[in-house]
């Protein structure tokens, strides 16, 4: 498994948030979601300007085997979405810390993040899932 | 208690991701299931399949008991070697499992049946077969592995002993045959498959099975998992036992027609009802669907059609096709307008004849 990048932040459900320079909050999902989920074949992304709430499903991964929801871990506006997956959603799989990201938030209470898991957090728990 | 085949550490060793299926641990990929499907289509790929449960039936009167036990009929095996697809049926007609049975003499027939419903076929076939005093012997010292792709007969061909080659070269379709292969080990070869590709399967006594997947591995053919085991038979056309049909379900309500063999005179379990059935017209029809937008069709979820509902038996992205397919149960009668609940929404589909490929191409209207 590649390594986890230590300045991402991480829902229980898998999903990473990278607090941008910009204030801005960029999501996708993890190497270890990815893998679990085999060969993403579609992606359903929310509408730009779209207004989300924290833990609520924004987005769905569709991989060959199954459907997963995706979680946003910000709450706040949708200002980008990867329309790159449209044509090559394999990019997931392939880069799920880089390319493969899914939208970006503009966070309306930036104290969310400190709720996230930290990534040696999420390391520890995905040890733990193993066992 | 999970049972392993013996490649189990070579899947391992090949960066497999494990899963369970059956109560087997077996390879679902080796890192991308799309990959190893196109791979089939388009080369040659292998599976272990070693949890499939091979029985031989031993006895004076083999075919007599199978006459009785299959709705094929095995009197179309006239050949050594000979194989048919057949379903056994319980004695309200539902499928008890389907199989693959072949013919080596009228005291020597082999069974090939799924892993996952091992215990209750060995149960139903061993209980028949007393009436007939036929031996059911099951064979755990056997794996086996299967070849496919427009490339997998010659690969391994190119592994057999010389004087092997040419007879496994002109095997026909569905037919099988021993030869010796690499180290003079002994191969049953069966021209048989599940991918819609042509291919062999294999029956290999366990202690060569490693050194037949490497030899296979060095011949270029490429290791595939179950995940694209399913996506290769689901656009192939093909049934999966327990998700497809069940003993809930009549051979005539899942395409199965074909299998079955209403021939003069043979008395097989199941056969009053079927023909019950058949007079009486069946009430559901398995139909294929395309997806033409994007999303995937999968198992469990509602069809709407003008006569009512139905529901997506098996379901899957079709790497082939760069599209969703699916098989679904539906009402029979003219279907109309047909959508597919996908979460909530719904969503038109089409619906068609299958296969959906065959030889490597999608099939016309596809």
Redesign the interface.
Request: aromatic content about 6%; proline content about 3%.
């Given at each position: 498994m590649s390594e986890i990048p230590g300045d991402l932040k991480f829902l229980k459900s898998h999903e990473w948030a990278r607090a941008e320079d910009n204030g801005n909050v960029r999501v996708g999902i993890s190497d270890h979601a990815q893998?679990q989920l085999?060969?993403v074949?579609?992606v359903?992304l929310p509408e730009i300007g779209a207004s989300v709430q924290v833990g609520h499903g924004v987005a769905?991964v569709?991989s060959?085997?199954?459907?997963s929801d995706i979680y946003t871990p910000v709450s706040g506006e949708i200002v980008e979405v990867n329309e790159a997956l449209a044509d090559s959603p394999?990019t997931i799989?392939e880069d799920a810390y880089g390319e493969g990201w899914l939208f970006v938030v503009k966070p309306s209470d930036r104290a969310e993040l400190g709720e996230l898991l930290d990534a040696d957090a999420y390391a520890e728990q995905l040890e733990n899932e193993d066992h | 208690m999970t049972e392993k085949t013996v490649l189990n550490a070579t899947h391992r060793a090949l960066g497999a991701?494990m899963v369970d299926f059956g109560g087997w641990d077996m390879p679902?990929?080796y890192g991308?299931?799309?990959e190893e499907h196109h791979a089939v289509r388009q080369d040659a790929g292998m599976f272990d399949v070693s949890h499939m449960t091979v029985v031989d039936l031993h006895g004076e009167r083999t075919r007599e008991f199978l006459r009785h036990l299959l709705a094929n009929n095995v009197d179309k095996l006239k050949a050594q070697g000979k194989a048919l697809y057949s379903c056994m049926l319980d004695e309200q007609g539902g499928v008890i499992d389907d199989l693959i049975v072949y013919f080596f003499d009228d005291r020597h027939f082999r069974l090939v049946v799924n892993a996952a419903t091992r215990a209750k076929d060995l149960a139903w076939i061993e209980q028949q077969a007393k009436a007939f005093g036929v031996e059911v012997k099951e064979r755990p010292d056997f794996s086996m592995i299967a070849v496919q792709g427009p490339n997998a007969r010659d690969k391994v061909i190119g592994l057999l002993h010389e004087v092997d080659r040419e007879r496994i070269r002109k095997l026909g379709k569905f037919v099988a045959a021993a030869a010796q292969g690499p180290h003079g080990m002994p191969l049953f070869i069966a021209r048989t498959g599940y991918t819609g590709e042509d291919g062999f399967e294999i029956i290999v006594p366990e202690e060569h099975a490693v050194a037949l997947w490497e030899a296979l591995l060095a011949a270029g053919v490429k290791p595939a998992g179950l995940?694209a085991r399913d996506?290769l038979r689901l656009e192939a056309g093909m049934n999966l036992y327990g998700q497809d049909m069940d003993e809930t379900v009549s051979p005539w309500e899942a395409n199965l027609g074909w299998t079955i063999s209403l021939d003069e005179g043979r008395d097989f379990i199941g056969r009053k009802v079927l023909e019950a059935q058949k007079a009486a017209g069946v009430k559901r029809v398995m139909v294929g669907l395309v997806l033409d937008e994007?999303?995937?069709l999968?198992h469990g979820q509602k069809v709407l059609t003008a006569n009512g509902e139905g529901e997506i038996l098996s379901g899957?992205?079709a790497?082939t096709l760069n599209k969703a397919v699916a098989f679904a149960r539906i009402p029979a009668g003219e279907p109309g307008e047909v959508r597919v609940d996908i979460?909530g929404r719904e969503v038109p589909v089409r619906v068609v004849k299958y296969p959906f490929v065959r030889d490597g191409k999608p099939c016309e209207g596809i």
């Open positions: 893998g085999g060969d074949v579609y359903e769905t569709e060959v085997k199954a459907a394999e799989n | 991701r679902i990929n991308s299931q799309i995940g996506t994007k999303g995937v999968r899957s992205f790497p979460r």
